[in-house]
């Protein structure tokens, strides 16, 4: 179990780094663009044991009477979330997020609020 344990954290840092957080850069135009990623990992593991030894009966047999086992498992989950990409062009050099439009929805709906609350105010 401990030798499955460390060949997983093995293949787990050999296979981190940029080349999974910046993907394979793309040509368009005069513009190269990188996509970026963020990555995130779990895993877990366990190992049990059951040792019982039965007093024989009438209806077990011998293997039922000294039970003896073991086993174990793990798990690992990779997860990559796409968060925006690096533009590289004439004018410089930018980084371009995917989660402005939750942003700037919340900046709209938060100022939308405000308004109103000021506006009603007003006419009091």
Same mark, same amino acid.
């Given at each position: 179990?401990? #030798?499955? *344990?460390?060949?997983?954290?093995? +293949? %787990?840092?050999?296979?981190? &780094? ?5 993907? $394979? !850069?793309?040509?368009?135009? #005069?513009? *190269?663009?990188?996509?970026?990623? +963020? %990555?995130?990992?779990?895993? &877990? ?5 059951? $040792? !019982? ?17 073991? &086993? ?53």
């Amino acid at each position: 179990m401990i #030798d499955f *344990i460390k060949s997983t954290i093995d +293949k %787990i840092t050999k296979s981190t &780094g940029s080349q999974l957080v910046y993907g $394979e !850069s793309i040509v368009i135009k #005069d513009k *190269i663009i990188i996509p970026v990623a +963020k %990555i995130s990992y779990g895993f &877990g593991g366990g190992f049990g044991k059951l $040792e !019982s030894k039965k007093k024989p009966s009438k209806e077990t047999t011998d293997d039922q009477n000294n039970e003896k086992g073991d &086993g174990g498992g793990g798990g690992l989950a990779l997860k990559a979330e796409p968060v925006g990409v690096i533009e590289i062009g004439e004018f410089g050099t930018r980084f371009i997020s995917f989660n402005q439009t939750k942003k700037m929805l919340g900046l709209f709906i938060g100022g939308a609020v405000l308004a109103a609350l000021l506006l009603r105010g007003k006419k009091r």
